[in-house]
Structure formats: C-alpha cells, structure tokens
C-alpha cells in the first residue's frame, strides 16, 4: 500500500534554512503536498506540487520533487520563529475520484532564536 | 467566517458513553472526511463522504459512524467509548476532483475518555 516516510523532529536556529524531507511509495500521485500544524490548530495547506514539476518556489518556500526517487523536500529559507511548527507531507492515495490523502507521520520543526 | 468549523474544541467524558462531534463547511465542497490524529500526531483517515457515499477506513471499529445530513456537514458519532479513542479528530473538506485533492481543515476536537 501507500506510504509516505518523513523524519520527525528537525531543529535549527532563527535566519538559516530548513530542509524537511519525504519520500513516498505511489509513483502515481498527480499532486503532493506540505501541510502545517501550528500547536493547537488543525492543518494547513502550506504548498503543493503537480508531479511534472521539478521545483516550485514560493517567497521563502522551495519544493523540490525528484520522482526518480520518489523525494520531496520542502526548504524554508530564512526560518522564523513562527515557523515552529509540525510539517506533513502528503500524497494522493489511490482511489479514484475519492482517493484521499495520504499523510506522513509529519517532521516537528523547531526554530532556537 | 471559518471555512470548516468543528464543536466542541474539547470533549472529555467517561468510558462507555455515546458522543458526538459536529462538522461544518462553508465552503461549497463535494467531500468531507475525519481523521484522527493520535498523541504522536500521527494522522489517519477515518472516513470520506461524497454525494452520499461512504468510504470507510477498514481500520475504523464500528461504534464510529459519521452522519451526513446534508451536503455541508458531516458529524461523528462514537459509542461505547473507549480510553483509546482519546486524540484529537480533524474535520476536513475538499473539491471534488480526481486530481488535485486540497484538504481544508477544522482546528479539531480533543476527545479525552477517562
């Protein structure tokens, strides 16, 4: 079955860059995704990425995609404190039009002023 | 306004009794799910409803079930509840599209039995 594999813990110091990594089993998702959880919240969408993409760059958000090897990475550069929080990311489960998501176990993100 | 809300924000109670969570979206979204997320903040799902079909997580004990009574909600109800149904469960809704599934979520329910 699917499974989407994501280091859990990843701690870094405010202004450098983070690099939170996932790697995924189903070669035929069409879309991944990064997801954030802030202490008490529910998730939310932070990013995504269509599979014939290589790259996609948003303000500080870097994703890269090597489907070769089935890795995701999110980078956040410049990491803030108030980017502390847990990152999940996310694939299509097979399923048809009701295919749902398929989540890793999520990387918590700790930013040390 | 909040695009998927979810009540109550905590629920604790005793083993045994019968609860439920209630589940909104204003979003104008096909499908709804729950998940759970465990004390390790592990994710699952535990159902997805779209246009009256059910998708049930086979892992799901069947004093679970969701209730849908109509296109914009979707509420839980558990049974004889156990201590290990203690976690926190996420409402969520998306599109319908066969292709791009953007989950929105509700800020979720910390379900606590003693």
């Known amino acids: 079955g699917e499974d989407v594999e994501q280091s859990l813990f990843l701690s870094v110091r405010e202004g450098d860059s983070s690099v939170i990594n996932c790697t995924y089993t189903d070669s035929s998702s069409t879309y991944l995704y990064w997801y954030k959880q802030e202490p008490g919240a529910g998730l939310q969408l932070l990013t995504y990425i269509f599979s014939n993409m290589d790259m996609k760059q948003d303000q500080r958000l870097t994703v890269l995609l090597n489907k070769k090897d089935k890795h995701l990475s999110l980078r956040i550069a410049d990491t803030q404190t108030g980017d502390s929080a847990i990152y999940f990311c996310?694939?299509?489960?097979?399923?048809?039009?009701?295919?749902?998501?398929?989540f890793g176990k999520g990387t918590k993100l700790s930013v040390k002023p | 306004d909040t695009a998927v809300s979810q009540t109550p924000k905590y629920l604790v109670t005793q083993m045994g009794n019968d609860k439920s969570i209630k589940c909104e979206q204003n979003l104008g979204h096909d499908t709804m799910y729950w998940y759970k997320q465990d004390s390790k903040k592990f994710l699952k799902i535990m159902f997805s409803?779209?246009?009256?079909?059910?998708?049930i997580n086979e892992t799901v004990p069947n004093r679970f079930s969701p209730k849908s009574p109509d296109k914009a909600h979707l509420n839980l109800h558990i049974n004889s509840l156990e201590l290990g149904d203690s976690a926190v469960y996420f409402c969520?809704?998306?599109?319908?599209?066969?292709?791009?599934?953007?989950?929105?979520f509700g800020s979720g329910t910390q379900l606590s039995v003693l």
């Open positions: 969520a809704s998306s599109q319908d599209s066969p292709i791009n599934e953007k989950l929105f």
């Open positions: 996310a694939e299509k489960g097979y399923g048809g039009s009701q295919g749902n998501l398929i």
């Open positions: 409803y779209n246009n009256k079909e059910l998708i």
